[in-house]
């Protein structure tokens, strides 16, 4: 009998979301018009090659905004800040970018007004993740932590006619779904957000996962530990039938053990991960025999994002250049550049 073709699942979309490549393009465009160091707080995404790629250029990432100069330009990264942080850079006289994921800024805009209203939120995500933090930061009195189905039977309520949930932007979204469920059975009038904080491309990613993996013996997902998206990934794919599921930053770090007994490789990237490290996966998939290409396609995406106001200003100011959208076409393959 001869041996079942090895080939590869490649799942689109996959990569680079709309928000991820607004604030890359926010700091490289920093870095032209004001020449480095431009201080970045926070990673501006959660991705090793990103962040090393920008250090090389003149960003300098901190973890506070008091170990920026005063005076300096800082950029605040995708995952958004509490309004303590931009008080923070107000008192230190920075120039400030606000690269804040639009997405991420509809629910701090949502938890602004249901505190407001003196609702209980209830914001589904993980404990110390930065998006969290600076969703939890709008409105600390009002919010409170649920981190999956397993606390929900703890939460605590002042009103339970007066309680909605709302959700970090990079979830799982069958765990967050049965999150919510479990906390309509505690809490019947629980309202939800006029929509879905789960965002596009963490969902169109993640149904190309199911999509597949019931067909893979192995899934590979390019990402970052940190990468809320990218770990939910592997977790998604192994939920629904993948054989083996990891996580890798670069293609020097898959395992060649991984291939025994493997005939179809399943590929897909996060949200914050540039095209070429996935190129480098197929690559070297492509040198053991798993030449064969197949792309699985679960959507289209096209959705734009304006660069921060603040930069489309003085690029027009210091430059003339046109502050356009950013570009978003999902698979960038210029190994000369991020993207």
């Known amino acids: 009998m001869p041996e079942p073709e090895k080939k590869v699942l490649l799942a689109a979309p996959r990569g680079y979301c709309a928000g991820v490549d607004r604030a890359v393009v926010t700091v490289e465009k920093a870095l032209e018009l004001y020449g480095p160091p431009v201080y970045v707080r926070k990673q501006i995404v959660h991705n090793k090659h990103v962040v090393t790629t920008l250090e090389k250029r003149g960003a300098i990432f ?21 309004p303590i942080v ?91 779904m ?49 990468s809320s998206n990218s770990v939910r990934l592997v977790e998604v794919a192994l939920e629904h039938g993948a054989r083996s599921g990891h996580l890798v930053d670069y293609a020097e770090e898959i395992d060649d053990a991984w291939l025994e007994g493997v005939t179809t490789v399943g590929v897909t990237s996060g ?22 290409v197949e792309t699985v396609v679960s959507a289209e995406e096209s959705l734009l994002f304006a660069l921060p106001k603040e930069l489309r200003r003085d690029m027009k100011q210091l430059s003339g250049q046109k502050p356009d959208k950013v570009r978003h076409d999902g698979a960038f393959e210029d190994a000369g550049s991020l993207h």
Not at 149 to 162: F, G, I, S, T
Not at 185 to 213: G, H, W
Request: charged content about 30%; aromatic content about 4%; overall charge negative.
């Open 62 to 82: 901190v973890d506070e905004t008091d170990e920026v100069p005063e005076g300096a330009t800082v950029i605040f990264s995708a995952h958004g800040v509490a």
């Open 86 to 176: 931009h008080e923070e850079a107000r008192a230190r006289s920075l120039k400030t970018i606000d690269a804040t994921c639009p997405l991420v800024t509809k629910v701090h805009r949502e938890a602004v007004r249901y505190a407001d209203d003196d609702f209980d939120i209830l914001l589904i995500g993980h404990e110390g993740h930065e998006e969290v933090i600076g969703t939890s930061g709008e409105a600390p009195e009002h919010i409170q932590l649920v981190g999956g189905p397993d606390d929900v039977d703890q939460v605590e309520v002042r009103d339970p006619e007066k309680v909605v949930w709302l959700s970090q932007t990079t979830l799982s979204v069958d765990e967050t």
């Open 178 to 226: 049965e999150t919510v469920r479990r906390l309509k059975e505690r809490f019947p009038a629980l309202q939800s957000p006029p929509s879905d904080d789960i965002c596009y491309a963490t969902q169109n990613r993640q149904s190309a996962v199911k999509q597949m993996a019931k067909d893979t013996d192995l899934m590979l997902v390019v990402g970052s530990r940190n």
């Open 271 to 292: 949200a914050s991960v540039p095209e070429i490290l996935v190129r480098d996966v197929l690559k070297w998939l492509a040198d053991r025999g798993y030449g064969a």
